[in-house]
Every structure is written in C-alpha cells, then in structure tokens.
C-alpha cells in the first residue's frame, strides 16, 4: 500500500520577521496585519488556513496566526502541520477557546493587548 500526500515541503529556513495571518473575516485579518506591521512585521494574509500552511513553508515567519472553528477543521490541520514541518514558526489559533489544545487560542475579534502580550513572549 503506497501512501502520498501533495504538499509543497520546503527545508525550512529563517524569515525574520515575518507574519502570516490567515481568518476568513476580511476585516479581522486586515485588522491583525495592520497591528503585526505597526510592530515592525512583514505580513503575509490569507483567507484559507491550508494555503497558509505553503505561505509558511515558503516564507519561514516567526508567527502564524491560523483560524480555528472546530477541532479537526482546517486551521487546527495547518496548525498541526506547520508544528511538525515548521517548527521554528510559533502558532497562536484564533476562535473558540477549546481544552486540550496544543496550541495558545485567542478569541475572535481578537484582543491586541493580549495579542502583544503572546508575541512578546513569542518572539523574545
């Protein structure tokens, strides 16, 4: 039985930094990217979770904030992914808060103050 997955793996590599932000809302992600430039980052936006998975692939940020709706959606697949191929990238989930994560969650709309507060201990 042969087993194969279409993926673009990259070796990961370092992007300085970098951002990606993937949400659906329009108005929430332009909201987060404004504030992540406003904090010296280069943003990356996506409407899809999976394609941001190629985003961080191919740009190595060092945060990447990915949608969640329910367990096992989209967002907590790339989210999963991204910490196994990427793991120099820290990932911060946006939705619901659920138990047994993984991963920090931040309800939507997020707060930038507690957005600032997990990219500084993030990034330090």
């Known amino acids: 039985m042969a087993f194969s997955i279409d993926a673009d793996i ?10 990606v932000i993937a949400d ?6 332009e909201a ?17 979770a999976l394609e941001a998975l190629t985003i ?5 940020p060092a945060v990447a904030l990915l949608p969640l709706d329910h367990e096992g959606d989209d967002g907590d697949r790339a989210a999963a992914l991204a910490a196994m191929l990427y793991p120099q990238t ?6 619901p808060r659920m138990p047994n994560l993984p991963f920090p969650i931040l309800p939507r709309p997020v707060d930038l103050t507690a957005l600032d507060r997990w990219l500084d201990e993030a990034t330090a």
């Open 10 to 19: 990259r070796i990961p590599g370092y992007g300085g930094r970098r951002a």
């Open 90 to 95: 820290r990932i911060l989930m946006t939705g």
């Open 56 to 60: 961080i692939g191919a740009e190595a």
């Open 24 to 29: 659906a809302d329009r108005v929430q992600r």
């Open 32 to 48: 987060l990217a404004g504030h992540l430039s406003g904090r010296g980052f280069q943003v990356s936006q996506t409407d899809d």
